[in-house]
């Protein structure tokens, strides 16, 4: 019995023991031993020279250049097909052939009425010869009428005198009753003579003018007979083409890249012009057309270098040549995005039609230049640090208002790393710029500076961006935040090349940390330029060869007090 207390008594003391060990831990962890936080080193880094490429990322596909879609006007039967995939034709050379009996069999018939319409043509020729020889024979008959008419005038008057004489003779009875009577008779005669010259000739005329209708009727007949011919040639010429159409033929030089058709297969064009080939033009020249989004599209620039890599050349990276920036915007998952063609010489055809292209757009190379890390932009101390006397190229008011502020408020630093791209937002650069932008008075660049440091980190994007600038229009008199207003307006509408003029002239501001005395972090304000992701130019500020700040340090306290066990 005294063994078994004893044994319980150490089993107690053990667990005590134990409890008391972790309260221990927990409270020297829980502590935050700020001596100890201070002895954490830096990462470091130095700056040096070398070339910045700043770079755009995006992707598209590959496809001709000029791709030809060769269809068939016609229905009807496939009896023949002459090209197939990868087939290289020439223009006009046949790919593919359609039944054409029924549309020969319409052309014979169509040539034959052609041939009668020809026939019915002459024939009318022929009756309006005959009609103008009538006429004619008519005109001849009405002159001799119209002379036989003066003949008989002339007899007539001779008559009419040779009765005058007869009967003043006869009055003196020189001459006898019989002669006068005879001359009489004469004069009558010739008289009828002369009315029958008149009754001929209106006949004639009459005559005439029914010829000249009847040639009129085979004129306006003629022209029927015209229209006709040409209509059944028209027809003939149709029929002609359909039968052209049968073969279906290549329209430009090119491979063929599709076939949608197979011997034997009813052909039906009805409503539309149906697919049967698909042609490349020359695939020893694509293109790519890319997708730009709106942030990016102001920076790219037709001539401008772009390099892709394809999944079947794993390795290979492939180069081209931005053809073309296309006006044109499109909304795809609420993002705007402007294609670009880049344009790839393909001389061995490794590039096929289709395949996916991952590209980087080269919009800025800089040789030659101060670079910094991106880290070194990117990282903070965790507690306030002294600001360093002015550099030697402090932010100009002409820097950051009106069209020189084009790299925008929330570029900061740009980039991943705070140096030209997009996402770098630095809450203190944004903080430089409205002091002097707006000119705020002490009291105001105080409540600044609070509403920056009670930023939490990644808060300068989406939502939280938005907050931030509630927060100061809420300190800002209302002439201030009407020019805040204007100032966010012209920063988010600024543009690709202004960003890049200004980055290549001025720059844009930046903050790095070196070391300083007592081992504490010291602030140094750069002017930054273009950024590749991994490293930005330094255009003032730094040299090469300093040692900047790329991370580590003492971390902030979790706890500010002991550990409570079971609590």
Do not use: C
Request: aromatic residues 4%; glycine residues 10%; positive net charge.
């Amino acid at each position: 019995m005294g063994a078994f207390r004893e044994e319980t008594v150490k089993r107690i003391v053990t667990v005590v023991l134990a409890m008391l060990a972790i309260a221990a831990g927990a409270f020297w962890f829980g502590r935050g031993d700020s001596g100890g936080a201070s002895e954490v080193a830096y990462r470091t880094a130095t700056t040096d020279r070398g070339t910045v490429i700043a770079q755009i990322s995006t992707s598209g596909s590959v496809s001709p250049i000029t791709t030809v879609i060769v269809g068939s006007q016609l229905s009807g039967q496939v009896i023949e097909i002459l090209a197939d995939y990868n087939s290289e034709v020439k223009t006009g050379q046949v790919l593919a052939r359609l039944n054409a009996d029924q549309i020969r069999a319409r052309l014979d018939g169509a040539r034959a009425d052609l041939q009668q319409a020809h026939a019915a043509r002459r024939m009318l020729d022929a009756q309006m010869e005959k009609s103008r020889a009538d006429r004619d024979r008519a005109a001849a008959v009405a002159a001799d009428m119209r002379a036989q008419l003066e003949k008989s005038r002339t007899q007539h008057e001779d008559a009419e005198k040779t009765l005058a004489r007869q009967v003043e003779l006869g009055a003196r009875g020189i001459v006898s009753a019989a002669a006068l009577q005879t001359a009489r008779t004469q004069r009558d005669m010739l008289l009828a003579q002369v009315d029958s010259a008149k009754a001929q000739i209106r006949s004639s005329e009459a005559q005439i003018a029914a010829l000249k209708a009847d040639s009129a009727v085979i004129e306006a007949q003629m022209i029927s007979a015209d229209a006709s011919v040409q209509q059944r040639s028209a027809m003939v010429r149709q029929i002609e083409v359909d039968l052209s159409n049968t073969d279906i033929r290549s329209p430009v030089n090119g491979v063929v890249v599709q076939r949608n058709v197979e011997l034997g297969q009813p052909v039906a064009a009805s409503l539309q012009a149906p697919t049967l080939f698909l042609v490349a033009q020359d695939l020893k020249r694509v293109q790519i057309q890319a997708n730009v989004d709106e942030a990016d599209v102001g920076r790219v620039r037709e001539g401008m270098e772009a390099t892709f890599i394809v999944n079947a050349y794993p390795g290979r990276t492939f180069s081209g040549t931005v053809k073309q920036v296309r006006l044109g915007s499109q909304t795809v998952q609420n993002v705007v995005i402007y294609t670009t063609v880049i344009e790839v010489d393909n001389p061995d055809l490794d590039l096929r039609p289709g395949m996916t292209a991952n590209l980087r757009i080269v919009t800025e190379r800089r040789q030659d230049v101060v670079r910094v890390p991106n880290a070194a932009l990117r990282w903070r101390p965790p507690v306030a640090v002294e600001p360093p006397p002015p550099v030697a190229a402090p932010v100009q008011r002409e820097a950051i208002s009106g069209d020189e502020s084009a790299a925008g408020p929330f570029a900061g630093g740009g980039g991943p790393g705070g140096g030209g791209g997009r996402g770098g937002f630095q809450p203190g650069v944004f903080a430089d710029r409205i002091k002097v932008a707006l000119a705020l008075d002490e009291s105001q660049k105080q409540a600044l500076d609070k509403i920056v440091a009670e930023l939490p980190a990644g808060n300068g994007r989406g939502r939280g961006r938005g907050l931030l600038v509630e927060k100061i229009n809420g300190m800002l008199t209302e002439t201030q935040r009407a020019s805040f207003e204007r100032l966010l307006h012209d920063w988010s509408r600024g543009g690709g090349r202004r960003r890049q003029e200004a980055r290549a002239n001025e720059g844009i501001t930046g903050r790095v940390y070196r070391i300083g005395e007592q081992g504490r972090p010291q602030l140094v304000t750069v002017r930054l330029g273009s950024s590749d992701g991994a490293f930005t130019e330094v255009l003032s500020g730094l040299s090469a060869g300093t040692t900047v700040i790329t991370g580590g340090g003492p971390a902030p306290a979790a706890r500010t007090g002991g550990f409570r066990f079971g609590m």
